[in-house]
């Protein structure tokens, strides 16, 4: 009877043929409800049968706090009545008690529901956490409460009625925390856990239970990488633990520096990627189980170096920086004389060298405008009261072909007369 299966928690019935039929609307509720101990785990419940009407068939419904683990609920008929046995621990029960009920029915008819207390159990520890990290071994940790004491752990399989003690020591660098390692497991069974202690003077037990599949971190993967061809080939082994089929994996790696990251599911326990002879390569691998699988995770592998970054080529700094500059230079050079042969620079009046320069005193007495040189000054430059100008002879001035500035012309003497 105090075995436990898993199995699915629902509403329990059990029936106590009385007669056929059912005659009266009206059915009182059980009698005298009890419950007694009857391991650390295991509670069972009794009352007397209710008067019912002659030709009754009796069944009963209970209702109690959801059990985070399925265990299987019997029921029956004992010496001193029905009987029901359920599976209850310190966390179904709750800081405040659970309220137990039972309800007699017959037929479409139920009776009220009788009911009976089950007061809280004092809390020495909390935060109760546990995982498992190989096949067959968990390590759980939990905080002690100020007023306990004298803490001693012991655990079974929830289907196996033996209990195994464990030692427990304080987890160094975490507080007040401790930590309890519970060897030799089924990982696809319930663990049923114990903690005794003392508190303000008084022997105390709080009892768990944990399911392993739900919370599992494996050792690190162990990687390895070799090269092939233009690829690395990186390695590493699978967690030796459960669910072997649902465990996926992530690879992070830098590559000359730059930290990347491959975020897809990889199934397979090896991975390749493209090879950059002249980097460095540092490799981490993680393990995840899948969601539809369980909760678990690995931790993360040590780094795995190969390769080295090379060194800079002086070829490789002249191509980068003084070809670029070599052909900046001949871009603006190009791009200047360009301009000047479209727009020929037109300097002021009297900044421009003069027409004469070169030319004999004899030839240019005097110069008009536009650069032509006359041998006598124009009309009306000679002084009030002077004689009448002679004829007018015209000095010429053409650019030498192919040359933009003024001091490039030269004089060309021609005569001309009016």
């Known amino acids: 009877m105090r075995s436990l299966i898993c199995v699915p928690a629902v509403d329990f019935y059990f029936a106590v043929i009385v007669a056929l039929g059912c005659k009266s609307a009206h059915l009182p509720p059980p009698q005298n409800l009890s419950y007694v101990w009857t391991d650390d785990f295991h509670i069972q419940v009794t009352w007397q049968k209710p008067e019912s009407p002659e030709g009754c068939e009796l069944r009963y419904r209970y209702k109690e706090s959801t059990e985070p683990y399925m265990c299987r609920k019997t029921s029956g008929e004992g010496s001193g009545g029905p009987v029901h046995e359920s599976c209850l621990t310190t966390e179904t029960i709750g800081p405040a008690g659970l309220r137990y009920t039972v309800t007699a029915e017959c037929g479409s008819v139920e009776s009220e529901p009788a009911a009976v207390a089950i007061p809280p159990v004092v809390q020495m520890v909390k935060d109760f956490k546990c995982i498992l990290y190989s096949s067959d071994a968990m390590n759980c940790t939990f905080t002690a409460a100020n007023h306990t004491s004298d803490l001693e752990v012991s655990y079974r399989s929830c289907n196996e009625p033996q209990l195994t003690t464990s ?39 709080n009892t768990f239970t944990r399911n392993p599949m739900t919370n599992i971190i494996m050792p ?68 995840f189980i899948a969601d539809h699988c369980n909760k678990g995770e690995s931790d993360i592998s040590d780094v795995v170096i190969y390769g080295e970054n090379a060194a800079w080529d002086p070829s490789i700094v002249v191509v980068l920086t003084v070809i670029p500059a070599l052909l900046s230079a001949c871009v603006i050079l190009a791009c200047y004389f360009l301009r000047r042969s479209l727009h020929p620079p037109q300097g002021n009046d009297d900044q421009r060298p003069s027409t004469r320069e070169g030319v004999p005193e004899a030839l240019h007495p005097g110069a008009g405008e536009n650069g032509i040189v006359f041998d006598h000054p124009p009309d009306g430059a000679a002084a009030a009261g002077t004689a009448a100008p002679s004829p007018l002879r015209v000095i010429s001035v053409a650019p030498r072909r192919g040359c933009f500035s003024t001091r490039c012309l030269f004089v060309e003497p021609r005569l001309f007369n009016r």
């Open 220 to 287: 690190a993967p162990k990687l390895k990488i070799t090269e092939n061809g233009d690829y690395l080939r990186l390695k590493w082994n699978a967690p030796t633990g459960p669910a072997q089929h649902c465990w996926k994996y992530i690879v992070y790696y830098s590559m000359c520096g730059d930290n990347k990251t491959i975020e897809e599911s990889i199934r397979e326990v090896h991975k390749d990627l493209p090879y950059n002879k002249r980097c460095q390569y540092k490799v981490q691998v993680k393990g």
């Open 167 to 205: 030692a427990c020591r304080r987890l160094p660098g975490v507080g007040p925390r401790m930590g309890c390692h519970l060897a030799n497991i089924s990982s696809d069974e319930y663990v049923c856990v114990v903690i005794e202690g003392t508190s303000r003077g008084k022997r105390v037990n």
